[in-house]
């Protein structure tokens, strides 16, 4: 086996084991009804963490997904409450400026030869106050075609459902996957996380390249925010803080390795779901704290750094005799 | 279309860094369907000429011909897509990435705005056929051996460029069995009529495959010769600049030589040097001569612990010592200059005084900090006594030239009063005044007694202040050489001789 798919593999054991660790305590969690919980309560998490994907892929971090997660749920919320704009426009709208957000980042961050963590950071805050001079409160989102995109759903047997949202992040995943794996842009990617020195010298596009990584996590950030204006049928300026963090966990705990070049859409989606699971857990056992969450995500990832670490080791070692 | 059967031409080429003329008009000709070997010792201008050709330098002055017409490639990429591929000895591919997309990175099949990999997979098995290379093209480079990495950037600038390739260095890092596997490569790809320039410094490996030789020293072209027709003493005469027939002897003093201190037996490490004794005197200059890659620095820095010994024991006086690191050394009195000072040696933004006082504060510990006025006393003094030429001691130590940061570099290992010292390339790239000085600096040192090794390319200089010379050839120390048998033209023999025997 390619020592490649070695975090991947250990994700989805890890993700196994503690569903069948669950079930045997909770037998319920073994349904259809669970399983389209987890997906619709994760979905939007699930989506910032797929453009989280490819930024981490190559190499670089952004810090401003929850930022922009709010900043759409506001937007939608004051757009639609003080104008008769469709809901439709009103998405077009807030994911072109989303993306474009991204963009003028990723541009920062090339161009200006700025570490993507500050110009994030950068972007983090304005976001956020942007949203917060749209508003300050919690406004509430009644628009009537709202109420039909959440009675939109599948029925799964036993009673589960996979919900739009829901549905929506299990496609994005699979575009994700294409667009990682058989596109040029894909194989761009992966080339800068494994060097952009390297990368430029063998004709990969650096600048648009990155450009297009920061909008893509942009426009997914935006797509994330409609998600959950959607799940919360609310806008709030302070909503969705440390989403990012999550993104980031998610990612890693997928096995994709935070210094660039390695790693799977499909293992964001693993980590999506270990978290889900996690939340799962402690809402079925209602005895537990939400802080139970954090010490073991917080555990999960020490592990996951240590195993990539090992493998790093492992696959260095392995290539020494020629 | 063409006039010539040169493929490649460059012509009076000049590039200049500050202080030094990197390359002084040099003309290179490289003719379809031969392998042509670019030689010379470090800083000869091998590195520069390449980089002026492949565009990752821009060239002062001069033209560059491809197919008889002009090109001004500005990066690598541009120079590729010309038809001039280049292969380091790095491998300049992504580990992270599978063979496959290595060799296709922005030019994969496409089906339907998707990249077709299997398309993609089945070409990269059918270019590396060519290649003798039957691997999983699937798999990431970096599972790979650094020959088969070699040999897949090879077939990604042949098949991106198919006009010129040039290999620098490719063969340091290769064993003998995949340095015969790389040279069938070569000599199919000669034979397909490209031009390949060949960059080395193990002469065998010259003769074996070149077809035409073409040394540098000092940014100088000093000629282009048929390799046939050039035996390996005029060539490693044309290489280290000297006239095997005209003689020099120095005068030297033979100082009466003090006792024996330092003994180091069976001395090696694997890859680095072979295991070799070596004893040295109190108040003796030995002296390390060797083509480049000869192991001279590797024996440098094992005596100093910057790589530690996997075989031998050393001795001071008689008694066992440990040196497995620098700072072991240290304990036990050794200093060490090592070759290449802006990376290894001098830490630019600080001052002299901050640099001159390094090692010292090191071997006495960050708990025990010597005093502003003894550190100003110590630089003062060793500013004086090695004539540095710096307008203040607060000066950051990257403004100064060479001579003086080497100057510089002495004096923080002299302040250690060290009674072992190491000296790699001391006069390397810097002027001809400081080097003068640096000699007899060396000769002061050991008249009051120290013990030195002293590795340089310049063998006069060697001849000059040493009392022996030890002779290394292929990682391994293959002769020594003193009193009446310490000339210049020995050495020269000597180092010959070695590559006679091999190749017969």
């Known amino acids: ?322 | 279309m063409q006039t010539s059967d040169h493929i490649l031409s460059a012509i009076r080429i000049e590039k200049a860094f500050p202080g030094t003329r990197a390359l002084d008009k040099v003309d290179f000709h490289l003719r379809r369907g031969e392998v042509h070997a670019l030689l010379g010792e470090n800083g000869a201008g091998k590195s520069t000429l390449i980089k002026c050709l492949t565009g990752a330098y821009r060239r002062d002055g001069g033209a560059i011909l491809l197919d008889g017409t002009e090109v001004d490639p500005r990066d690598t990429f541009e120079a590729q897509t010309l038809g001039i591929g280049t292969v380091y000895q790095e491998v300049n591919l992504l580990a992270n990435l599978t063979v496959a997309e290595n060799l296709f990175l922005g030019r994969q099949p496409r089906r339907f705005g998707m990249v077709d990999v299997g398309a993609m997979n089945r070409r990269a098995r059918e270019l590396l056929a060519d290649y003798e290379l039957d691997i999983d093209v699937t798999r990431d480079l970096a599972s790979y051996s650094v020959a088969i990495q070699q040999v897949v950037a090879i077939a990604r600038a042949v098949d991106l460029s198919g006009k010129v390739l040039i290999l620098d260095e490719p063969t340091a890092s290769l064993d003998a069995h995949e340095v015969a596997m790389l040279f069938r490569i070569v000599r199919r790809l000669k034979a397909r009529g490209l031009g390949i320039v060949f960059v080395t410094h193990f002469l065998e490996q010259v003769y074996e495959i070149s077809d035409r030789i073409t040394v540098l020293r000092n940014g100088q072209l000093v000629g282009t010769r048929e390799t046939a027709n050039l035996d390996r003493r005029a060539l490693i005469a044309m290489m280290i600049g000297r006239e095997l027939a005209a003689e020099i002897h120095a005068p030297r003093a033979q100082t009466s030589e003090g006792p024996l201190r330092y003994r180091f037996r069976n001395y090696g490490r694997k890859g680095r040097v072979r295991p070799f004794d070596l004893d040295v005197r109190a108040g003796e200059v030995v002296g390390m001569a060797g083509l480049l890659g000869s192991g001279r620095t590797e024996t440098a820095e094992l005596l100093f612990g910057a790589h530690s010994a996997d075989s031998g024991q050393a001795e001071i006086d008689g008694r066992a010592i440990d040196l497995s690191s620098p700072r072991a050394a240290i304990r036990h009195r050794f200093g060490f200059c090592p070759e290449d000072r802006k990376t290894s040696g001098i830490i630019g933004d600080l001052s002299v005084r901050e640099n001159i006082v390094l090692a010292l504060q090191a071997r006495r510990g960050w708990t025990r900090p010597i005093s502003r006025a003894e550190q100003n006393r110590l630089a003062d003094h060793y500013i004086r006594a090695l004539d540095i030429r710096t307008a203040d001691r607060e000066k950051p130590i990257k403004l100064l030239s060479g001579g003086n940061q080497q100057k510089a570099i002495l004096a923080r290992w002299l302040a250690t009063e060290p009674e072992f010292l190491i000296l790699d390339e001391p006069t390397r790239g810097i002027d001809v005044g400081a080097h003068a000085e640096i000699v007899k600096l060396i000769e002061a040192l050991r008249e009051k007694g120290l013990s030195l090794i002293v590795v340089s390319s310049e063998i006069e200089e060697l001849v000059a202040y040493s009392t022996r010379v030890i002779v290394l050839r292929d990682r391994a120390h293959v002769a020594e050489l003193d009193g009446n048998r310490l000339t210049a033209h020995e050495i020269v023999e000597a180092i010959a001789a070695t590559n006679e025997r091999r190749a017969s």
Request: with cysteine.
């Open chain 1, 1 to 322: 086996m390619k020592p490649k798919y070695l975090p991947l593999i250990a994700t989805l054991v890890i993700f196994l084991l503690g569903y069948a660790l669950c079930v045997a305590q909770y037998p319920n969690i073994l349904s259809t009804r669970v399983i389209g919980n987890l997906l619709t309560d994760n979905a939007f998490l699930g989506i910032a963490a797929v453009g989280m994907t490819f930024v981490i892929l190559s190499g670089g971090i952004d810090l401003s997904i929850g930022s922009v997660i709010a900043f759409t749920g506001v937007f939608l919320a004051v757009v639609l409450e003080h104008s008769s704009i469709h809901p439709l426009v009103a998405f077009a709208m807030v994911l072109a400026i989303a993306t474009l957000f991204g963009a003028a980042m990723g541009a920062i961050i090339h161009y200006l030869e700025m570490p993507a963590f500050i110009v994030t950071l950068a972007g983090m805050f304005l976001a956020r106050g942007m949203a917060f001079v749209l508003s300050i409160d919690s406004i509430p989102i009644k628009h009537p075609f709202y109420a039909t995109l959440k009675g939109l759903y599948v029925k799964l047997p036993g009673g589960g459902r996979i919900t739009l949202i829901g549905g929506l992040m299990l496609l994005v995943f699979a575009v994700g996957i294409l667009l990682a794996h058989r596109t040029r842009f894909g194989t761009n990617v992966y080339a800068l996380g494994g060097g952009t020195a390297t990368a430029r010298l063998m004709g990969v596009p650096v600048a648009a390249t990155t450009v297009r990584i920061y909008a893509l996590s942009g426009l997914l950030a935006g797509l994330s925010g409609i998600v959950f204006s959607l799940y919360t049928s609310a806008g709030y300026s302070l909503a969705a803080v440390g989403v990012e963090l999550d993104a980031i966990t998610a990612v890693v705990i997928g096995g994709t390795l935070l210094t660039g070049g390695s790693g799977f859409v499909a293992g964001t989606f693993v980590g999506t779901l270990i978290q889900g699971l996690i939340q799962t857990y402690i809402t079925f056992d209602g005895s537990l704290s939400s802080w139970w969450t954090k010490i073991l995500i917080g555990l999960l990832l020490f592990a996951f750094i240590l195993l990539q670490k090992g493998i790093i080791y492992v696959s260095r070692h392995r290539r020494q005799p020629a």
